[in-house]
């Protein structure tokens, strides 16, 4: 629903001044959380058509092709937008992510890295770079970095959903249970939590017993909280949330 009013408000923006090239680029930012990715394309490329200097228009035109797996297309846009704003750190996350779909893993914590240092306040590189230490199999590295995420974001599902994901890979059942739990209140479906997933880490990546363990999980979760109560305040003087078993 927020996103249909989000969509009406700037298609009547789009009727007042037509022209507006920034008004194209946000629809197409928005038909991307949508997952309308093809139509999302249409606007950048329309927003591109009436100034080709629009900055972030061909890094979500790059976006929205990576996620459909027209990587060659993808890098070509993503490499062009870099060439134009060397300092564009949403293009380098993105053509890190591009790089990590493709398993050019050295590439792709080159281009992370680089997006982390021109935004130290970015908390997506984070999740990228855990991404990559998940499929090299180093869970607690992985782990790091997506608590850093969650420090620069706090209420940033992602960086919870990825945590909980290198919990069960570390088989920190307990930990993962209690962000999933988080995940949970922050309304995440399961539905939204695999297509989450999935664009940073394809479920092709996921080990049958972990995909089973999350689903069983969440599942858990969701009854646990329809019970969930409050104990008197504890020692430190705050209230705490037990939940039964």
């Known amino acids: 629903k927020r996103y249909r009013l989000a969509l009406r408000d700037l298609n009547r923006a789009l ?3 037509p022209e507006n090239s920034y008004v194209y680029q946000e629809i197409g930012c928005t038909l991307i959380d949508c997952q309308k990715y093809h139509e999302a394309e249409k606007y950048f490329s329309k927003a591109l058509s009436i100034n080709p200097l629009i900055k972030y228009s061909r890094c979500g035109m790059g976006r929205a092709m990576r996620i459909q797996k027209r990587f060659a297309q993808a890098r070509t846009i993503l490499q062009d937008s870099i060439r134009l704003f060397p300092e564009d750190d949403r ?4 053509l890190g992510l591009l790089h990590l779909d493709e398993e050019h893993l050295d590439e792709a914590r080159k281009e992370f890295l680089l997006a982390m240092k021109l935004n130290p306040h970015y908390a997506a590189p984070h999740i990228g ?3 990559l230490y998940l499929k090299q199999s180093q869970y607690s590295m992985a782990e790091k970095e997506f608590t850093a995420a969650r420090k620069l974001e706090p209420g940033d599902g992602r960086a919870i959903l990825f945590l909980t994901f290198a919990y069960l890979k570390e088989e920190k059942t307990r930990m993962a249970r209690r962000t999933l739990e988080e995940l949970l209140e922050q309304k995440f479906s399961w539905k939204r939590i695999r297509q989450e997933l999935a664009l940073f880490y394809p479920e092709s990546c996921w080990k049958k017993e972990t995909y089973q363990q999350l689903r069983w999980l969440c599942d858990k ?9 409050y104990t008197p305040l504890d020692k430190t003087g705050q209230n705490k949330l037990l939940f039964r078993l």
């Open 221 to 229: 979760s969701e009854k646990k909280l329809k019970k969930k109560k």
């Open 91 to 94: 293009s380098h996350l993105e």
């Open 129 to 131: 770079l855990g991404c």
């Open 15 to 17: 009727e007042m001044d």
